[in-house]
């Protein structure tokens, strides 16, 4: 049977007028879908008994179920486990942040991409997920903030995962969540997170779409960039910088580059000096994201100093180029990327 799961208006359409039924009743199923978050055909009241049980023959409703949930000491992290009908498992955060909530979802269970810092890659990757799973994870925490009156209002696609190399559902998944008829976020609330896939930036350049584009970065130069990141070694970091001039160019967004710091590894002055370098054509248009690394057991890494965290962010803006330190939430719930999925695998 056919998910309805993270279908679009007109997708459901043309399923429903297959089964020789009126096209207004899939306005009125996508609504019970998306805004009254029915599981079942059951729970459709305004539909006949017939109906739904016609519905139900033809069709599934595949949601994402908790199997795990941390929370901060400061009540504003929630890192939940969500699970779907295979099994599979994938990590959703909530952030409740001053100017409103944001989630970051993941757009694949686990990463391939192998970089060194990071423990979403640990395990490799099990598979991507669909539209409907991407979407899901943000209906589920949408139920949750149902219960007080609140919404989401940014969504991050930063989780596991490489959104670039799962492009059709990602795109269709931001495409799906501006609908009114779904969360109604506007594009400029969202936010795609890559470790540099070109060919990917150069095609979402192209969509029209004045999302912000967020670019893991995390070195200066080729030679470092390759050891922490084993992807610049197809997608060198010229390229990268290249296609995304060519993306804040086109949509006249900024790029964000995120930069995490590991102590006396690529948070020296001299790497402070490169970066200003690398990115010096580019100052209008770009944001330097310096990201104090959030260590990981299995990794042999150390986080730096405050002092030298200050003096990486002041020399670059001393030079021109806009850095902010990002402001760490859920460090104390291990809410980094693949944490809380590696220890569930583990056991």
């Not at 029915?38 to 199997?67: G, H, V």
């Not at 890659?121 to 903030?145: V, Y």
Request: aromatic share 6%.
């Amino acid at each position: 049977m056919t998910n309805i799961f993270g279908l679009n208006l007109t997708e459901l359409t043309s399923l429903i007028t297959d089964l020789n039924l009126p096209k207004f009743r899939a306005k009125q199923i996508i609504e019970w879908l998306y805004q009254k978050h029915a599981t079942s055909f059951n729970e459709m009241t305004n539909l006949s008994k017939d109906l739904r049980e016609k519905l139900a023959q033809e069709f599934t409703i595949e949601r994402a179920k908790s199997c795990d949930r941390l929370d901060s000491s400061d009540g504003k992290t929630t890192k939940f486990l969500l699970e779907f009908g295979d099994g599979i498992g994938v990590e959703t955060v909530l952030m409740r942040q001053p100017y409103g909530n944001s989630i970051c979802v993941s757009s694949q269970a686990g990463c391939n991409m192998g970089c060194s810092f990071c423990a979403s890659t640990l395990h490799g990757m099990a598979r991507n997920l669909s539209t409907g799973e991407i979407l899901a994870q943000a209906m589920f925490i949408q139920e949750l903030l149902n219960q007080t009156g609140e919404q989401i209002n940014n969504i991050v696609i930063m989780g596991s995962g490489e959104p670039m190399l799962n492009y059709d559902n990602v795109l269709n998944f931001i495409r799906l969540v501006h609908e009114p008829y779904c969360l109604n976020l506007g594009y400029r609330n969202i936010t795609i997170s890559t470790s540099g896939i070109v060919p990917g930036i150069n095609k979402l350049a192209q969509e029209n779409l004045p999302i912000t584009l967020s670019i893991s970065l995390h070195a200066p130069n080729n030679e470092l960039r390759t050891e922490l990141m084993p992807i610049n070694k197809r997608y060198p970091i010229e390229e990268v910088i290249k296609a995304a001039v060519n993306y804040a160019n086109t949509t006249k967004r900024r790029i964000t580059y995120e930069y995490i710091l590991i102590d006396k590894y690529n948070d020296n002055m001299t790497e402070a000096v490169e970066l200003c370098k690398l990115l010096k054509n580019q100052l209008a248009l770009a944001n330097v994201n310096l990201i104090p690394i959030n260590p990981v057991k299995e990794r042999n890494y150390n986080r730096p100093s405050l002092a030298r965290i200050k003096a990486f962010a002041k020399y670059l803006n001393d030079h021109h180029l806009t850095a902010t330190i990002r402001q760490e939430m859920g460090t104390d719930i291990q809410a980094a990327c693949g944490q809380l999925r590696n220890k569930h695998l583990a056991k």
